[in-house]
């Protein structure tokens, strides 16, 4: 009978409150999408940076007559210095730490630039002798560029050593530095629907102060007082969460599964087992949000 009366009181309290718990519904949606949407984001990071930080190269570019950087001085590369650098790769005290390298000579330097900046203006401004010939060495363990750059750095015929990692992490910066905007963002809103909730409970407790009085008279404790009104703030940021969760599992479906891995199909994304694992974490966050406002919102209300 006790139960049956406090969900009939949730129930009265979500009617008369019906565009308000529609606003918390909402902005739970909103902030929570963004929960997850940082998740995901710092997920599809991390995949990214196991990826590609372990397939990351060393590229070792040798002089062209344009070269001024190193000991080049506007001298191409001889084959002698070519052959000094392949040597010094296959040598004792390098080859146990590099898993393979190969040489890329200007025609198949240029023919790959122009595969990857194909429809841009940049390649009829560009020849094959610009480009420099490149040996392109992978390591074993991608942490120890430092030995490539002791070995090769003041080898004749070699302009510059770089290790591509360098460049991921600008990338990796940038993605991190979207993640926490999205999680700025989404603690900003949280915010906002916890005081959305906060004040919706204590209007929905001052339309029944009547009931509540009667309540206390006949010597009905707080808590069972305090239990329809924290259930209807539970509810209504469930159905927020419910709509978020529904909102990251279609994001992962139609923009990351259905047109991300068409359009870059050599590149790792996150998947529906990354959305299914944000589910719970974006109930939980609704629900004890949620919970702990109208806590406090109706405490206070009572002890007034």
Known sequence: MRLGFIFREVGVGLAR????VVSIVLVTFISLTFVGTAILLQA????MK???FDR???AIYLCTDFSTLGGCDQQEASPDQIRQVEAQLQSASLAPYIERFYFEDRDLAYENFREQFRGSAVVDLVSPEFLPET???SLIDPTQT????????????????????SYLDQIFALLN???????????????????LISTTIRLSAFSRRRELGIMRLVGASNRFIQTPFILEGIVAALLGALLASGAVWAIVHFFVQGFLTTQLPTTVFVSYEDAVTT????LATGIGLAAVASYVSISRYLRV
């Open 177 to 195: 530095a979207g993640s926490l905007t999205a999680v700025a963002v989404a603690a900003l809103m949280l915010v906002a629907a916890a005081l």
């Open 56 to 58: 990351a190269q060393v």
């Open 44 to 47: 599809q990071i991390n995949q």
């Open 17 to 20: 409150n019906a565009s308000m």
């Open 50 to 52: 196991n990826f590609w």
């Open 146 to 165: 430092d030995l490539i750059f002791e070995a090769m750095g003041g080898l004749a015929g070699v302009e510059s050593v770089v290790d591509q990692r």
């Open 135 to 137: 040996f392109w060495v």
């Open 279 to 282: 589910v719970p974490i974006l």
